[in-house]
């Protein structure tokens, strides 16, 4: 029955993709929009099959460039993954200890969480400009922005996990002989894992999003950067591919953090 459940469920899916594909070939067939606006699915896939070959300059110069400036397109995706791995990585990392130190500690909350907000707040493209006076416009400046854009939603679900935690277990743990330590690593830490795993979806799909803004500058190699300037050639068909890759990737994360989730927390969902 679970079989049968999830083929229905990918022929529903693949069913609608279709009829979108068909949809988008007769808008774009008709000439209902023009093409500079919207590119049919063949131009589109001519524009990402050429940024993944070697090809002609211009018609009748037979000089062979590389992709697009210079970088296969799969080569883009891999240098805005490394910059997401490491920006948004050192947010999984450090997220929840300071997650755990604002849940547990009413003092460390007081004062760190007013500014956590306030970073949370902030739109990316609201201080790329102020990253890029401190640390240029090189890769540091990039993987400053993913952080502080993954930074606060794993604190604030780390955060929401503690405080949900039953007093009930805490004490019990405690009545047992628990130290502090204890507590947080046998008690708190397990049942805040779930949440602080939804708090990675959250930070790294957050991140994602922001990566055309970390990559408006000196954005290449990247996928974001690339898109950014195709956008600014008017090419239609190249900006197009690369948001389909973006959103592709983007769902290929998602699903992993959710299958990595599943196998740290299989109790979850489970009475």
């Known amino acids: 029955m679970r079989f049968g459940s999830r083929a229905r469920g990918l022929a529903v ?105 306030f970073l949370r707040m902030l739109p990316p493209l609201g201080y790329i400009g102020l990253l890029i006076v401190w640390f240029g416009i090189g890769d540091t400046s990039k993987d400053w922005l993913l952080f502080l854009a993954a930074f606060p939603p794993v604190v604030i679900a780390t955060v929401a996990g503690v405080q949900g935690v039953s007093r009930d277990r805490i004490n019990a743990a405690r009545s047992l002989g628990a130290n502090r330590l204890q507590v947080i690593t046998r008690v708190l830490f397990p049942s805040t894992l779930p949440e602080i795993i939804g708090g990675v979806r959250v930070a790294v799909g957050f991140a994602w999003t922001t990566v055309v803004a970390a990559e408006l500058n000196n954005g290449i190699p990247g996928i974001g950067g690339l898109a950014y300037l195709a956008g600014q050639q008017l090419n239609t068909p190249l900006t197009m591919a690369c948001i389909i890759v973006i ?21 979850k969902g489970k009475a």
């Open 13 to 117: 899916r693949a069913g609608s993709l279709l009829v979108l594909l068909v949809l988008w070939w007769a808008v774009t067939a008709t000439k209902v929009v023009d093409a500079q606006f919207l590119p049919g699915p063949h131009a589109v896939w001519e524009a990402f099959t050429r940024a993944n070959s070697w090809h002609q300059l211009a018609p009748g110069v037979p000089r062979e460039v590389r992709g697009e400036q210079n970088y296969f397109l799969w080569e883009h995706l891999i240098a805005s993954l490394q910059r997401i791995g490491i920006g948004a990585g050192a947010a999984v990392l450090l997220g929840p200890p300071v997650g755990f130190a604002l849940g547990t500690s009413r003092v460390v909350s007081a004062i760190v969480e007013p500014y956590l907000n």
């Open 247 to 267: 959103g592709l990737t983007a769902l290929a994360l998602d699903a992993a953090i959710k299958g990595v989730g599943a196998l740290v927390v299989p109790w």
